[in-house]
C-alpha cells in the first residue's frame, strides 16, 4: 500500500482527472446527491425519533391507564349501564395477581378553586402516590415531588406546576415554603415541576394520595390507576389480565367490554417506534440506492475515460507499466472521485442539518429535535464509498487491460 | 545482440488463418542500425511488434541480450519492455495532458525511480535532444519534430539495450525527417543499438543494413554504406 503515500500516484490521478475538469465534476454529482440524501433523510430521521421521544419522555411507555365506566351486560342481578367504581383496593389486587407488574398508581383528580393573594384561578388538582414520578416522570425545577412523609401523615402540601406558579406568582417571587388556598384549605408549596409534555392529560397540581382522599371525602374511591409493566413483560397482556381481575372484583360480565376503559401506551409507543424504524430502512433504502446510482454513473463514467486513453494506456504498457499498474490507477481514481464527492456530500448533507436545526429545530413545539447523523453513520457511509468506489472501479480497470497493448497502438 | 531463428506467426481470420511471418532468421548485433523494409502487408510492423514483446510469435525463437523472450505473461513483457527496449513512434504517442518533461520520465516511473531522480534523469535526456528550454511545455505546444524529439528522449530515458523504431518519419516533412535521422545517426554512432521499420527510401538509406521483407520472408539482408542526414541539413 506504500504507492498509495507516494506524491506520483496522486499527481497521475490528478493529472488525469483534471484533464476533463467539467466531467469529473459532474461525475461526482451523482454520487454527491446519493450521500447528501442518505446524511440529511437520516439526520431528520433522527430528529423526528428525537421530537417523539420527547413527547413520551416523561412517561413510562410501558404502561396502561384504566379507569372504569358503565357496563354493558347484566351480570349476577345486575342491570346493565350500572356505573362502576375503582377502589383503591382493586390496584392492590392488581399488583398482587397480575404477573409482570412494575406498579400500579391510583389516581385522582378534581378540580380546585386556588388562590394566593390576590391571584385566583380554577386547576385540576391530583391525588398522587411518591411513585407517580416512576411512571410520569416529574422534572422539578425547584423542591420537591410528594414524598412518603406526606402520604403518611395526610400533609397539606402541594407540588405545583410552572405554569400554575405563572398565573400565581408575580415574576420571581419566591415560593417554596408559601402557602397557596385550595378550596379555602391552605396547602404548602413543596416544589415546582415543568408543565407536562404534550402526551397524556397533564397535572397542575399534586398532593398527597390520602389528603386528596380526605377533603374530597373520596374514602377506598379511585379516579383511575396507571399500570406499569417489567420490561420483558407483553403490556397487552398485562392489560388483560388487569381487566380481567377488575371485571371479577366489580361483579362486571367477563366479557364486558365497556366497563373498563384503557389507554394502552405501550401500544401507542410500538406504533411509533414502528413507524420510526420503517422510515428509517426507507431512508437508507433510498440513500444506499441512490448512491449506487451515482458509484455506476463514475463507473460508467470511468468506463467512458478508459477507452478514450486507450492508446496512452497502450504507450503506458510499452513504456513498461505492468497490468496491475495500470488497473491500480483506474481503481485509485474511482475511489477518489467517490471519496471526494461523498465527503463533499456529508459536509453539505451536514450544514443542511444545521440550517435545518436552526430553522425547525428550535422551541419546545419543534418538529425535528436535533437533528443529526452520527460519526459512526458518517463512517459507515465512508465504507460504503470506499467499497463501492473500488468494486465499481474493477469494472474499467479490467477493460483498461483487456486490450492488448499491440491493440491499442495500432495506427489508424 | 538480438537473435531471432524461425520465427512464425500467423493471425486467424474468420475460419482461416493469415500466415504473416514465415519463418524469419535475423540476428542483430550491438551498435547496428538496421533498416526493415517491406511493402505494406510484409510483416515488418509483426516482425517489429514481436521484437518489441508488444506481440508473441507462434514458433521460433527470440534471444535478446542472452535472455530467452518466451512464455511472456503481461507483466513479465511490460518488466522486459521498461529493461530492455525503447519505443519511437510514427504519431509520437506522447500523453498530452503531460509535459515534456513528465513524457520523458513515465518509464522511469514505471521502473520504479525516485521523483528526484526522474526529473534529473528525464532533465538530461531532454538536454540531449536539445529541448530543455521546453521541459514545461505540453505536447501541443511543440512541433511535430520537437515531439517526435521527447518521444526520443522518453525511449533513451530507460537506457534501453534496444531502440525500436516504427517509422520514425512517418508524420514529419523532409526537413524535419532529415533532422530527425541526423540525431539518430548520432544516438547510433555513440553505441546505440536502432532498429527500424520504413518504408521510404532515402531513410532506410541512412541506416547502415537494411532487410527486405516480401510476403513473410526476408528477401534481402545487406549491409549498405550509410549515408549521413546530416548532408542534407
Not at chain 1, 391530583?126 to 411512571?135: A, E, F, N
Not at chain 1, 367490554?257 to 433504502?285: D, P, V, Y
Not at chain 1, 469494472?395 to 492488448?404: G, M
Not at chain 2, 514505471?110 to 540531449?128: M, S
Amino acid at each position: 500500500m506504500r504507492f498509495l503515500l507516494e506524491r506520483d500516484t496522486w499527481q497521475e490521478v490528478f493529472d488525469s482527472l483534471g484533464k476533463n475538469k467539467l466531467r469529473t465534476a459532474l461525475t461526482m454529482v451523482g454520487v454527491w446527491w446519493g450521500i447528501l440524501l442518505l446524511i440529511v433523510l437520516l439526520g431528520s430521521a433522527r430528529g423526528i425519533e428525537n421530537s417523539f421521544n420527547r413527547l413520551f419522555g416523561s412517561f413510562a411507555t410501558n404502561s396502561v391507564f384504566v379507569w372504569a365506566q358503565s357496563t354493558s351486560k347484566p351480570f349476577k342481578g345486575f342491570q346493565e349501564g350500572r356505573q362502576v367504581q375503582l377502589k383503591i383496593t382493586d390496584a392492590k389486587k392488581i399488583e398482587d395477581n397480575v404477573e409482570g407488574i412494575e406498579f400500579v398508581v391510583p389516581r385522582n383528580r378534581n378540580q380546585a378553586l386556588v388562590i394566593h393573594d390576590f391571584l385566583s384561578g380554577n386547576f385540576s388538582v391530583s391525588g398522587d402516590y411518591p411513585l407517580l414520578d416512576q411512571v410520569q416522570k416529574k422534572k422539578m425545577i425547584q423542591g420537591r415531588f410528594i414524598n412518603q412523609t406526606d402520604i403518611d401523615e395526610n400533609r397539606k402540601v402541594v407540588a405545583i406546576s410552572e405554569e400554575i406558579y405563572k398565573q400565581l406568582f408575580e415574576k420571581d417571587a419566591e415560593m417554596i415554603g408559601e402557602y397557596i388556598q385550595l378550596n379555602g384549605m391552605n396547602f404548602k408549596i413543596v416544589g415546582m415541576f415543568e408543565t407536562g409534555g404534550n402526551m397524556g392529560p397533564s397535572d397542575d397540581m399534586n398532593i398527597p394520595f390520602t389528603t386528596f382522599q380526605q377533603i374530597y371525602n373520596m374514602g377506598g374511591n379511585i379516579g383511575w390507576m396507571m399500570i406499569t409493566g417489567k420490561p420483558e413483560y407483553d403490556i397487552s397482556q398485562i392489560e388483560a389480565d388487569a381487566k380481567l381481575i377488575l371485571r371479577n372484583l366489580n361483579k362486571v360480565h367477563p366479557e364486558d367490554n365497556r366497563a373498563f376503559g384503557s389507554f394502552n401506551l405501550g401500544k401507542e409507543f410500538e406504533k411509533i417506534t414502528g413507524f420510526l424504524t420503517g422510515m428509517q430502512f426507507l431512508t437508507w433504502f433510498v440513500g444506499i440506492a441512490t448512491l449506487f446510482a451515482g458509484v455506476f454513473a463514475i463507473g460508467n463514467i470511468l468506463l467512458i475515460t478508459v477507452r478514450e486513453r486507450t492508446k496512452e494506456i497502450g504507450v503506458r504498457r510499452a513504456l513498461g507499466a505492468t497490468p496491475f499498474e495500470i488497473k491500480r490507477q483506474v481503481v485509485l481514481e474511482a475511489v477518489f472521485i467517490t471519496l471526494i464527492a461523498g465527503l463533499i456530500g456529508i459536509i453539505t448533507g451536514g450544514l443542511i442539518l444545521m440550517l435545518v436545526d436552526s430553522l425547525f429545530g428550535q422551541g419546545p413545539e419543534a418538529v425535528l429535535v436535533n437533528a443529526s447523523v452520527s460519526i459512526s453513520i458518517v463512517f459507515i457511509a465512508l465504507t460504503i464509498l470506499i467499497v463501492l468506489g473500488t468494486l465499481i472501479g474493477l469494472i474499467p480497470a479490467f477493460k483498461a487491460t483487456s486490450i492488448k497493448p499491440i491493440d491499442a497502438l495500432r495506427e489508424e | 545482440m538480438l537473435k531471432i531463428n524461425k520465427l512464425h506467426k500467423s493471425y486467424p481470420i474468420g475460419d482461416s488463418s493469415l500466415h504473416v511471418l514465415k519463418g524469419i532468421d535475423l540476428s542483430v548485433e550491438e551498435g547496428e542500425m538496421v533498416a526493415i523494409m517491406g511493402s505494406s502487408g510484409s510483416g515488418k510492423s509483426t516482425l517489429l511488434n514481436i521484437i518489441g514483446m508488444l506481440d508473441e510469435a507462434d514458433e521460433g525463437e527470440y534471444i535478446l541480450d542472452n535472455v530467452p523472450i518466451k512464455d511472456l505473461t503481461e507483466k513479465k513483457a511490460a518488466i522486459y519492455r521498461n529493461k530492455f527496449l525503447g519505443f519511437i513512434f510514427q504519431s509520437f504517442n506522447l500523453i498530452n495532458y503531460k509535459n515534456a518533461l513528465d513524457n520523458v520520465a513515465l518509464p522511469l516511473y514505471y521502473q520504479g525511480l525516485k521523483r528526484k531522480e526522474r526529473i534529473e534523469t528525464a532533465l538530461f535526456h531532454l538536454e540531449k535532444v536539445g529541448l530543455k528550454d521546453w521541459a514545461h511545455h505540453l505536447p501541443k505546444e511543440l512541433s511535430g519534430g520537437q515531439k517526435q524529439r521527447v518521444a526520443i528522449a522518453r525511449a533513451l530515458a530507460a537506457n534501453p539495450k534496444l531502440l525500436l523504431a516504427d517509422e520514425p518519419t512517418g508524420a514529419l516533412d523532409t526537413k524535419t525527417s532529415h533532422e530527425i535521422m541526423a540525431f539518430i545517426q548520432s544516438l547510433n554512432d555513440e553505441g546505440k543499438t536502432i532498429l527500424m521499420v520504413t518504408h521510404e527510401e532515402d531513410i532506410a538509406s541512412m541506416c547502415k543494413r537494411i532487410v527486405r521483407l516480401k510476403d513473410g520472408v526476408i528477401m534481402e539482408d545487406a549491409f549498405v554504406e550509410q549515408v549521413r542526414a546530416s548532408e542534407y541539413v
